[in-house]
């Protein structure tokens, strides 16, 4: 994964404003809204959850951002993520690198769901195991030994 913010010189910035990843195909994963304070994105889970939505995962702090998460699925299966409370950094704090593990993205919060990582039995889960197999026979930087560390760090 990549974590991109926007270069605002000394003026400090979210930890990112774009994420990318290497996975098997190309596509939109989700939308993250920032939200005033804990006690708003709590109740704005209590409103989701009224209005048919499923929490995949949350509420928990990130190691990378800090920034306290919620993430929702709404009935069509979209994806959202609501935070608040995230790190802000300027230009002089240089680029680095972090572990990723399944337990990795939060500080603290329930572990992240099978939902949330993709691998829960059902039609998406054998959509994605279609995709990654297509993937692997393309001509791409989707290899298996890519794969396999996938795999390490959702079971990890």
Same mark, same amino acid.
Not at 62 to 76: K, L, N
Not at 83 to 93: R, S
């Given at each position: 994964?990549?974590?991109?913010?926007?270069?605002?010189?000394?003026?400090?910035?979210?930890?990112?404003?774009?994420?990318?990843?290497?996975?098997?195909?190309?596509?939109?994963?989700?939308?993250?809204?920032?939200?005033?304070?804990?006690?708003?994105? &709590?109740?704005? @889970?209590?409103?989701?959850?009224?209005?048919?939505?499923?929490?995949?995962? +949350?509420? /928990?702090?990130h190691? =990378?951002?800090?920034?306290?998460?919620?993430?929702?699925?709404?009935?069509?299966?979209?994806?959202?993520?609501?935070?608040?409370?995230?790190?802000?950094?300027?230009?002089?704090?240089?680029?680095?690198?972090?572990?990723?593990s399944?337990?990795?993205? &939060?500080?603290? @919060?329930?572990?992240?769901?099978?939902?949330?990582?993709?691998?829960?039995? +059902?039609? /998406?889960?054998?959509? =994605?195991?279609?995709?990654?197999?297509?993937?692997?026979?393309?001509?791409n930087?989707?290899?298996?030994?890519?794969?396999?560390?996938?795999?390490?760090?959702?079971?990890?």
């Amino acid at each position: 994964m990549s974590f991109n913010r926007c270069d605002r010189g000394s003026t400090p910035a979210d930890h990112h404003t774009l994420v990318l990843a290497l996975g098997p195909a190309n596509r939109y994963l989700h939308s993250a809204y920032q939200v005033a304070d804990l006690d708003t994105l &709590a109740a704005g @889970g209590e409103y989701l959850l009224d209005r048919g939505y499923h929490r995949s995962w +949350g509420i /928990g702090r990130h190691v =990378e951002g800090s920034q306290i998460f919620d993430y929702w699925r709404d009935p069509d299966g979209f994806f959202v993520e609501h935070f608040t409370d995230g790190d802000m950094f300027d230009n002089t704090l240089e680029p680095g690198w972090a572990p990723f593990s399944r337990s990795g993205p &939060a500080q603290w @919060g329930p572990p992240a769901t099978s939902d949330f990582l993709g691998t829960q039995p +059902g039609p /998406g889960a054998l959509q =994605e195991l279609r995709t990654v197999v297509r993937a692997l026979r393309g001509d791409n930087e989707f290899d298996l030994q890519r794969l396999r560390g996938l795999l390490k760090g959702a079971r990890s």
